[in-house]
């Protein structure tokens, strides 16, 4: 079973450069199951439906996000209506939508979990406290995959280190600036602390510099502005043994 996670896409030229590679990684790797980060799909803030049917058509079959995903105020209306879009789980249990998702690929049962993180994030609830409750439920699957989206890499490192055997694989998201750490942990966990985003590279993670850089020296309210121009794609492929044990974790990084 071979798994592709890519980080952040992030508004037209992340939808861009994904769906002009998307197809020769997934057959050139034998790629079985794609996950994305959408969080920043559209105009670099949220998921509209229109991006998410952008996924479906290209055969994702799982979207994770994070701090932005409920920016536009469709996805809260659809997504209790696709269970394959995840919300962070220790998010506010009174939004709507699900944090996991379970799914069936080449007969493994496979549960996708997209948490947040707390160290310079909005308020959430402790992501451990949520994992525990979450694996005191014993669901049925073969395979933990898990998003944590957050901003410190601490953060992230600790969290893959206390579930070290118990995920198959663990990536961060949500820097948009990817890590050259992946590993596979002690007791079996491929583990990234960030993927990166997939979008323009002459941007501050993806925003046009001048807008960000306003933002910096005034302080003033600032919209950012999607960057353009020639882009990025980061992610990783996981490898996982027919014991369900990941057993390779490799970068993979694209441009146009
Ligand atoms: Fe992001
Ligand atoms: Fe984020």
Redesign the pocket.
């Known amino acids: 079973m071979k798994v592709l996670m890519i980080g952040?896409v992030y508004a037209r030229a992340g939808r861009e450069i994904f769906e002009s590679k998307i197809n020769s990684i997934v057959k050139s790797n034998e790629i079985d199951v794609v996950i994305v980060n959408g969080?920043?799909t559209t105009h670099g803030k949220g998921l509209s439906k229109e991006h998410y049917d952008f996924y479906k058509n290209l055969n994702v079959d799982v979207i994770t996000s994070?701090?932005?995903i409920f920016k536009h105020r469709e996805t809260v209306n659809f997504i209790d209506e696709t269970p394959d879009l995840l919300k962070p789980v220790n998010m506010d249990s009174y939004t709507p939508g699900s944090g996991f998702y379970i799914f069936e690929k080449n007969d493994k049962k496979i549960c996708v979990i997209n948490f947040m993180g707390r160290t310079y994030m909005d308020n959430c609830n402790n992501p451990y406290e949520v994992m525990d409750d979450f694996l005191d439920l014993e669901l049925d699957y073969d395979i933990l995959l898990v998003d944590f989206?957050a901003e410190a890499t601490a953060e992230k490192i600790a969290f893959a280190w206390n579930y070290d055997g118990i995920i198959t694989g663990f990536v961060g998201?949500?820097t948009h600036v990817p890590t050259a750490d992946e590993r596979i942990l002690p007791k079996g966990t491929a583990f990234i602390t960030d993927l990166g985003m997939t979008g323009p590279i002459n941007s501050v993670i993806g925003a046009s510099p001048k807008s960000v850089i306003k933002k910096e020296k005034t302080g003033l309210p600032t919209r950012f502005e999607p960057a353009n121009g020639p882009s990025v794609l980061n992610g990783v492929i996981i490898e996982i043994n027919d014991n369900n044990k990941a057993t390779l974790i490799k970068r993979i990084q694209e441009f146009n």
Request: net charge negative; proline share 0%; charged share 20%.
């Open positions: 952040d969080e920043n994070g701090n932005h989206h998201t949500h």
